[in-house]
């Protein structure tokens, strides 16, 4: 695959509420396992996990419009790296928004880099306490948590077997991706709406935890920028990150450390900073933490 070259932007960035985007970081030189993640070393065909001393499997936070042109670089790497087992899209963001219709569009697309999906259906908190979805996510090489509603993710996956099943795997070299709320569902916290309907100002919500500190606000050079004033007013925590993450581009995990992936970019919201990373620039979010058991 060739290499991820620099998107020449043709638009301003966002401007988020009264506060001014400091930096914009663009690649540097990076190190071997950002080059890895970059695509630039096919993987092994003995060994889906070049990397050596992965700590888990790949990790994309995406910002939504999945499954359309744009998102091919870090879904190819995906599908690179993936696990031994199946591959499954998870449509449970959906569950409430024609989740057959989400089904078919990352299997249709999924189809055009060589990959056959099937669906993991965990639409309500019954299915994600199913003894057969854990068994079959027990055995999986990939998981898609597709974008839709990112409160019902959390309510829906949050203490189950299912979930537990999922990050074991991953944690076994297993890929993972979610888009916009399935993005956020990863993340310490997901952001709801504070009151309804349309209401631009967001809340915290405890999510899945995987990544610690973290608040994903997918959707950023569109709509996404605009709840970042509203959340940095009523931190959970002071330490909280907010990764702000351009439709059709990612966050990518290597298993070491994060890159920014797709044409749009990775921007960094703090309490007390943010910076805008460049595609093909390595991120300063935090890494996941440790198993649950650890």
Not at 15 to 39: F, T, W
Not at 42 to 61: K, M
Not at 122 to 141: C, M, P, T, W
Request: net charge positive; proline share 10%.
């Amino acid at each position: 695959m060739a290499a991820l070259e620099p998107h020449p932007l043709l638009r301003k960035p966002p401007q988020i509420g009264r506060r001014r985007l400091r930096h914009v970081i663009r690649p540097k030189p990076i190190a071997d396992h950002h080059q890895r993640a970059l695509g630039r070393h096919r993987p092994n065909t003995t060994d889906p996990y070049p990397t050596g001393a992965l700590t888990t499997g790949f990790l994309a936070l995406v910002g939504g419009d999945e499954f359309k042109p744009g998102n091919e670089h870090h879904d190819r790497l995906l599908v690179e790296h993936r696990g031994p087992g199946p591959a499954y899209v998870v449509p449970t963001a959906a569950a409430r928004q024609r989740p057959d219709l989400a089904v078919g569009t990352a299997q249709r697309w999924f189809k055009t880099l060589g990959l056959d999906l099937a669906e993991l259906p965990i639409l309500k908190r019954s299915d994600a306490k199913s003894q057969k979805n854990v068994e079959l996510a027990e055995q999986a090489g990939l998981f898609y948590l597709t974008g839709g509603d990112p409160g019902l993710v959390v309510d829906v996956l949050r203490d189950t077997n299912v979930w537990r099943a999922i990050e074991a795997a991953w944690r076994r070299g297993a890929a993972l991706a979610g888009s916009s709320a399935g993005a956020m569902a990863l993340g310490e916290w997901t952001l709801i709406r504070k009151s309804y309907p349309g209401h631009a100002e967001r809340r915290y919500k405890p999510a899945l935890e995987l990544i610690p500190r973290l608040a994903v606000a997918p959707h950023f050079e569109t709509f996404g920028h605009r709840w970042v004033d509203s959340v940095l007013a009523e931190p959970p925590a002071e330490d909280v990150v907010i990764a702000g993450i351009d439709e059709r581009s990612a966050a990518l995990w290597d298993g070491h450390a994060w890159t920014a992936c797709g044409p749009g970019r990775v921007t960094v919201v703090t309490t007390s900073d943010r910076n805008v990373y460049q595609p093909g620039a390595p991120v300063p979010l935090p890494a996941p933490g440790p198993a649950p058991d650890d």
